[in-house]
C-alpha cells in the first residue's frame, strides 16, 4: 500500500509542480508579448480555468503528503516527510491569502484591453507564482528524498 501511495504523490504533485512551472516559464512569458486584447482575454481564461482546477489539485496533493507522513512514520524519512507537508500548506495559505485575490483581481478587468493596472497584477502574480514553483520544488524534493532513504 505504501509504494501505491507513494506512486500516486509523485504523479499528483510532479504534475500539479510541472504545471505551474509551464505556467512561470512559458506561458505567462507568451502572454506578455500579445497585445492588450488577446492578453486580456487569454489571461482571464487562463486565471478561471486554472482558478477552478488548482484548489482541488492543491488539496488532494496535501492529503497525499500527509498520509504519506504518516504511512512513513516509522522510517528514517519522516521529518522530511514532515517538512514537505509543512511547505505544501503554507504554499497552500500563501496561495488562498495572495495569490487567489490577485488571480480574481486579474479575472474582473473588463473590457478587450489589459491595462496598465492590469498588468502590473499579472507582474506581481507571476514574482510570487515563481517563488510559489520553488517552494513545490523543494516539498517535492523532501518527498522524494524521505521516500527513498
Known sequence: MTSFLDIVT?????????????????????????????????????????????PFWYSASLLLLIAAAVM???????????????????????SITVLVPINNRIMRFGGDEFPAEARREHRKWDALHRLRVVALAAAMGCFLVAVHV
Open 10 to 54: 509523485t504523479l499528483c504533485i510532479g504534475l500539479l509542480i510541472g504545471t505551474e512551472f509551464a505556467v512561470s516559464a512559458f506561458i505567462n512569458p507568451i502572454l506578455n508579448q500579445l497585445d492588450g486584447r488577446a492578453q486580456a482575454g487569454a489571461t482571464r481564461l487562463f486565471a478561471k480555468k486554472l482558478g477552478t482546477a488548482m
Open 72 to 94: 512513513h512514520r516509522q522510517q528514517s524519512g519522516s521529518p522530511l516527510l514532515i517538512v514537505a507537508s509543512v511547505i505544501w500548506a503554507a504554499v497552500v495559505v500563501l
